[in-house]
T-cell receptor
Framework: GNSVTQMEGPVTLSEEAFLTINCTYT??????LFWYVQYPGEGLQLLLK?????DKGSNKGFEATYRKETTSFHLEKGSVQVSDSAVYFC?????????????FGDGTTLTVKP | DSGVTQTPKHLITATGQRVTLRCSPR?????VYWYQQSLDQGLQFLIQ???????AKGNILERFSAQQFPDLHSELNLSSLELGDSALYFC????????????FGPGTRLTVL
């Protein structure tokens, strides 16, 4: 079945540091890949997505590239801010199975200190 | 604002009781998903409905049930509540795009005392 493995947290960085959160996946077919972010006290919201191999999703300074050869979708940001402190979830959706249900990783908590 | 609404925002009840959580999806979205988020188990998929029909089932207990009504809103019923059912319950919806981005509601925080 489908699965998503995320880098374990928590991750603590100083402001302006470089961020990488690793995500690898297992899926049949050709899934779409997502990063969702959950700020304290809120629901999840889509941060970025990529729907086919070699696509790069980007938003708010975050980027992730769909790497089919390594089955990875690592999240990166060049310079984090205190406001980026949140829980980040990697997810996949395979349109050919499970009627569009998404499979989520366990989440990685990021804390950015000033 | 995702366009997905959930009520109530908070719910406090006692063990053995039954509660109903309500979700209204984004306008036009046919799929509704329910998730449970607890501190020790992360985000757990419970169940999905598509246009009134159950489409996929995850780690949903037999004490829990859900349905989606003709107006596409959905309800999650939790019965014989136990302390371990205390969690955040999220509803999400998605449209017909093939990549199935999900839009999450703000959640209902359930506390079982």
């Amino acid at each position: 079945g489908n699965s998503v493995t995320q880098m374990e947290g928590p991750v603590t960085l100083s402001e302006e540091a470089f961020l990488t959160i690793n995500c690898t996946y297992t899926a049949t077919g050709y899934p779409s890949l997502f990063w969702y972010v959950q700020y304290p006290g809120e629901g999840l919201q889509l941060l970025l997505k990529a729907t086919k191999a070699d696509d790069k999703g980007s938003n708010k300074g975050f980027e992730a590239t769909y790497r089919k050869e390594t089955t990875s979708f690592h999240l990166e940001k060049g310079s984090v801010q205190v406001s980026d402190s949140a829980v980040y979830f990697c997810a996949l959706s395979d349109p050919n199975t499970n009627a569009g249900k998404s499979t989520f990783g366990d989440g990685t908590t990021l804390t950015v200190k000033p | 604002d995702s366009g997905v609404t959930q009520t109530p925002k908070h719910l406090i009840t006692a063990t053995g009781q039954r509660v109903t959580l309500r979700c209204s999806p984004r306008s036009g979205d046919l799929s509704v998903y329910w998730y449970q988020q607890s501190l020790d188990q992360g985000l757990q998929f419970l169940i999905q409905y598509y246009n009134g029909e159950e489409r996929a089932k995850g780690n949903i207990l037999e004490r829990f049930s859900a349905q989606q009504f003709p107006d596409l809103h959905s309800e999650l019923n939790l019965s014989s509540l136990e302390l371990g059912d205390s969690a955040l319950y999220f509803c999400a919806s998605s449209g017909t795009e093939s990549y199935n981005e999900q839009f999450f509601g703000p959640g209902t925080r359930l506390t079982v005392l």
